[in-house]
C-alpha cells in the first residue's frame, strides 16, 4: 500500500471509530473529515500522528486540534454549503481546509506570521482557492468582510470578543470555547433579533486565544 493510500485508509478509520461514535452525524461533515489529508497539516516527524485521537504540537507553542474537536466545532456551525465564514486562530490551516470543503468562502486571521504562511503554502499546494488569510490580531475578527454566516475560534477566550459578535450576520453561529487559561466550555450563539442565543456543549481545552478581546501575551 502507498502512502497516500495507507492515509486514506487512516482517514476512514478516524471517521469511523472517533467521529461516529461519539455522535458526529452531518454527512457533509464526515465526507470532509475523510477527504482533507490531515497528514499535510502536521510536523513532519509526527506525520504518522496526523490520524490519532489528540491534538498535536504544530510549533510557536500552538496545536492541531483534535479531529474529533475539529468536527464537533464543523457541526455545531450547521454549514449548508454557500456560506462566508470567518476562522480566528489559523494554526496549521487544517480547520480552514475543513470549512473550505463546506462553505463558499473562509477568511482566516493567525498572530503568527510563521504559521500563516506554512498554513497558505500547504492550502495553496492542495488546491483551495476560497480561502484568504491574514497576520493580525484574531480577537478583532475580520471586519472588511464581515458580516459572517459562521464564525469559529480554536483558542479558548475569557468571553466572547465584542468585535465577533458584532460581524457576526443574523440567524449567524459563532463557536467558541469560553472559560479560563487551561479549561473551557465549547460555547455556541447564534443571532437572533440582533441577540446571541448561548447554547453550552461539551468542556474543552485550548491554547489561549492571545489579542486585545482576549488573553494577555
Given at each position: 500500500m502507498d502512502?497516500?493510500?495507507?492515509?486514506?485508509?487512516?482517514?476512514?478509520?478516524?471517521?469511523?471509530?472517533?467521529?461516529?461514535?461519539?455522535?458526529?452525524?452531518?454527512?457533509?461533515?464526515?465526507?470532509?473529515?475523510?477527504?482533507?489529508p490531515r497528514h499535510r497539516f502536521v510536523?513532519?516527524?509526527?506525520?504518522?500522528?496526523?490520524?490519532?485521537?489528540?491534538?498535536?504540537?504544530?510549533?510557536?507553542g500552538q496545536t492541531i486540534s483534535q479531529p474529533y474537536m475539529v468536527a464537533?466545532?464543523?457541526?455545531?456551525?450547521?454549514?449548508?454549503?454557500?456560506?462566508?465564514?470567518?476562522?480566528?486562530g489559523t494554526g496549521s490551516g487544517y480547520q480552514a481546509a475543513i470549512l473550505a470543503?463546506?462553505?463558499?468562502?473562509?477568511?482566516?486571521?493567525?498572530?503568527?506570521?510563521?504559521?500563516?504562511?506554512?498554513?497558505?503554502?500547504?492550502?495553496?499546494?492542495l488546491g483551495y482557492i476560497n480561502?484568504?488569510?491574514?497576520?493580525?490580531?484574531?480577537?478583532?475578527?475580520?471586519?472588511?468582510?464581515s458580516p459572517y454566516d459562521g464564525i469559529i475560534v480554536t483558542a479558548g477566550s475569557p468571553d466572547v470578543p465584542e468585535p465577533l459578535a458584532e460581524q457576526l450576520s443574523e440567524g449567524g453561529r459563532l463557536v467558541i470555547p469560553v472559560g479560563g487559561c487551561y479549561s473551557q466550555e465549547l460555547v455556541v450563539l447564534e443571532k437572533?433579533?440582533?441577540?446571541?442565543?448561548?447554547?453550552?456543549?461539551?468542556?474543552c481545552v485550548f491554547v489561549p486565544l492571545v489579542g486585545r478581546h482576549g488573553w494577555e501575551k
Open positions: 502512502k497516500e493510500k495507507h492515509f486514506e485508509e487512516e482517514r476512514r478509520r478516524m471517521v469511523q471509530t472517533q467521529l461516529i461514535p461519539r455522535g458526529i452525524a452531518d454527512e457533509s461533515v464526515l465526507e470532509a473529515m475523510r477527504k482533507v510536523p513532519e516527524d509526527l506525520i504518522e500522528s496526523a490520524y490519532d485521537d489528540c491534538p498535536l504540537p504544530i510549533g510557536e464537533l466545532m464543523t457541526e455545531c456551525l450547521g454549514l449548508k454549503g454557500d456560506e462566508k465564514n470567518l476562522e480566528v470543503e463546506l462553505s463558499g468562502q473562509i477568511y482566516t486571521v493567525e498572530r503568527v506570521e510563521k504559521l500563516s504562511k506554512r498554513a497558505g503554502e500547504i492550502l495553496k499546494a480561502i484568504q488569510l491574514k497576520v493580525e490580531d484574531g480577537s478583532e475578527g475580520w471586519a472588511e468582510f437572533k433579533n440582533g441577540k446571541l442565543e448561548r447554547r453550552e456543549v461539551c468542556g
